[in-house]
């Protein structure tokens, strides 16, 4: 079964506006991690944003935050006022606990165009 | 820039052949995971070690191995390599908190694999 899932391969995006960019994952295991990174045509890995299963506030970096709604599973990323240098592939991924052997899971990914 | 090095950046064999790629991973941090990214598989995590221990094991081949060393630099060993090998192996660290939450994982540039 996915484990994480990023419904949307590709998304547009007008220059100056905001973004989301879902992501549900499944888990059983109470402590986990959630990030989101940024792979530009270029291919390094950048990491965004973390959020941990615990926390109480929605993770923000930035024009970055996450939508963390735990009950359903999701944790959204959010870009705002977007740039053209936003373009890329992004990635979000888990990282599960002692229950999940500790391995961390990637989502197929949502490629993000901006336009000018 | 990361901080994570990974050498060398490009490496192009032939089937049937063995080798070794080698990550340094950030100063301080203790544990380094090792990840696999193809067009077809998407990005696959492989395994990690924490300050020289096996910590976590994904969809790693038995033909791969890793190893963490003493300087806590790491080596991913591929052996008896294929075609469907060929790939982006990236290599990441991370450092874990006194509370022992996860931190997020910086990538190094990746090393691109081309078995001919």
């Known amino acids: 079964a996915q484990k994480i899932t990023q419904t949307q391969p590709g998304m547009f995006v007008q220059e100056k506006e905001a973004v989301t960019l879902d992501c549900t994952y499944d888990?059983?295991?109470?402590?986990?991690?959630l990030f989101w990174y940024k792979q530009p045509s270029s291919g390094e890995m950048i990491f965004l944003i973390y959020?941990?299963?615990?926390?109480?506030q929605n993770a923000t970096e930035g024009r970055y935050s996450l939508n963390f709604q735990k009950a359903r599973k999701s944790a959204n990323l959010v870009i705002s006022a977007s740039q053209l240098g936003d373009s890329a592939m992004y990635f979000c991924?888990?990282?599960?606990?002692?229950?999940?052997?500790?391995?961390?899971?990637f989502g197929a990914g949502t490629r993000l165009f901006v336009k000018a | 820039d990361s901080g994570v090095t990974q050498t060398p950046k490009h490496l192009i064999t032939a089937t049937g052949q063995r080798v070794t790629l080698r990550c340094s991973p950030r100063?301080?941090?203790?544990?380094v995971y090792w990840y696999q990214q193809s067009l077809d598989q998407g990005l696959q995590f492989l395994i990690q070690?924490?300050?020289?221990?096996?910590?976590a094991k994904g969809n790693i081949l038995e033909r791969f191995s890793a190893q963490q060393f003493p300087d806590l630099h790491s080596e991913l060993n591929l052996s008896s390599l294929e075609l469907g090998d060929s790939a982006l192996y990236f290599c990441?660290?991370?450092?874990?908190?006194?509370?022992?939450?996860?931190?997020?994982?910086?990538f190094g540039p990746g090393t691109r694999l081309t078995v001919l």
């Open positions: 990441a660290s991370s450092a874990i908190t006194p509370s022992g939450r996860y931190n997020e994982q910086f």
């Open positions: 888990t059983s295991d109470p402590s986990y991690g």
């Open positions: 959020q941990g299963s615990y926390d109480q």
């Open positions: 991924a888990m990282r599960e606990g002692l229950a999940g052997g500790f391995k961390t899971i």
């Open positions: 100063s301080g941090d203790l544990s």
């Open positions: 070690y924490y300050n020289g221990e096996e910590r």
